[in-house]
């Protein structure tokens, strides 16, 4: 089993910077793929960047050259840098630990509890 945490969000204007990080309990953390998931009040959870156990990323266009996500095994941590955030980027951010196939991210068991990330305009 998997423990995630996130940390990192917050209050920042429109234009703004934020890291969020996803820290894991177990080393076995190198195993798995990473996703950072977001929903807004109303909206479906939507994923919107995922990393592989060996560094490959993907990206969702509504954050393409804003966002960047990376992974540092040796802390069992997970980073989200985000810039340029919009007020549309308000919602709260979730790690999940999965699966990577085929360039294509799998959702797994394991979330954590979420962080808040507030963008005013």
């Known amino acids: 089993q998997v423990q995630l945490v996130e940390s990192g969000g917050g209050l920042v204007q429109a234009g703004g910077s934020l890291r969020l990080s996803c820290a894991a309990s177990?080393?076995?953390?190198?195993?798995?793929?990473i996703g950072w998931y977001r929903q807004a009040p109303g909206k479906q959870r939507e994923l919107v960047a995922s990393i592989s156990r060996g560094g490959r990323r993907n990206l969702a266009d509504s954050v393409l050259g804003r966002f960047t996500i990376s992974r540092d095994n040796a802390k069992n941590t997970v980073y989200l840098e985000m810039n340029s955030l919009k007020p549309e980027d308000t919602a709260v951010y979730y790690c999940?630990?999965?699966?990577?196939?085929?360039?294509?991210?799998?959702?797994?068991?394991?979330w954590g509890q979420g962080t808040q990330v507030t963008v005013s305009s």
């Open positions: 999940n630990a999965g699966t990577y196939s085929s360039s294509t991210y799998f959702e797994g068991d394991y």
């Open positions: 177990r080393s076995t953390f190198s195993f798995y793929a």
